[in-house]
């Protein structure tokens, strides 16, 4: 995977087809109420196919999900059950970047 920058997500998140790079119907209604600014959005968890919220599977940019979270204006409680390692550290490392930048 290539490390995309701040700059690549503020061009493309507009735009961006939320079901392109997520695993599942349900990540991508949690990516959707996020660019979107739901109010009611103000709590989630993040975690493995156990756990209810954002379900990381294979697909899931997690990039964009921080990207999402850091520009999130209602979002007060991300609750992290797990993260992948290996192979999608990149990810990761964009992941946590995004959210360093909250609003």
């Known amino acids: 995977m290539d490390e995309r920058g701040y700059h690549y ?3 493309n998140a507009a735009s961006i087809n939320l079901e392109e ?15 979107d600014g739901d109010p009611t959005l103000s709590h989630f968890y ?4 156990t756990w209810n919220g954002f379900i990381i599977g294979e697909g ?7 990207y999402f979270i850091g520009k999130s204006q209602y979002l ?4 992290i059950l797990y993260l992948p390692d290996g192979e999608q550290h990149i990810d990761v490392f964009t992941f946590l970047e995004g959210i360093a930048r909250s609003q």
Do not use: K, V
Request: neutral net charge.
């Open 76 to 79: 007060r409680h991300l609750s």
């Open 60 to 66: 899931d940019d997690l990039g964009w999900l921080g």
């Open 46 to 49: 993040l975690g493995r196919a």
């Open 21 to 35: 790079i997520t695993s599942s119907a349900e990540n991508a209604n949690t990516l959707q109420r996020l660019r």
């Open 9 to 11: 997500y503020e061009a």
